[in-house]
């Protein structure tokens, strides 16, 4: 079985920033893709960014150029610094991981949420 744990988020005014870590445990073997999805208050989840085995990213037009999704492969983390951040970015925050485990199966993990509030 395999857990993902978020941490980092919080209350911000506009303009500030915050970091997100998402770390995987448990019957692992590697990572595939890792990514970041938000979803706002009646609104579709939606997604942020998404980071490949070999460092390829992708980000929504709406966070390009303030946020950067990084992942540190021998902790099973995934990080997404959010910079200058806007009203419109207040959402629960989700991470996802692409868990080849120790018994060969693959599993897309989802972790519990996070909120990120932007609020003067």
């Known amino acids: 079985q395999v857990h993902l744990v978020e941490s980092g988020g919080g209350s911000v005014q506009p303009g500030g920033s915050l970091r997100l870590s998402c770390a995987a445990s448990g019957s692992i073997s590697r990572i595939n893709r890792m990514a970041w999805y938000r979803q706002a208050p009646g609104k579709q989840r939606e997604l942020v960014a998404a980071?490949?085995?070999?460092?390829?990213?992708d980000y929504a037009d709406s966070v390009k150029g303030r946020f950067t999704i990084s992942r540190d492969n021998a902790q099973n983390t995934v990080y997404l610094q959010m910079n200058s951040l806007k009203p419109e970015d207040t959402a629960v925050f989700y991470c996802t991981q692409g868990v080849f485990t120790a018994k060969f199966t693959y599993l897309e993990v989802w972790g519990q949420g996070t909120l990120v509030t932007v609020s003067s």
């Open positions: 980071i490949t085995s070999d460092g390829a990213t």
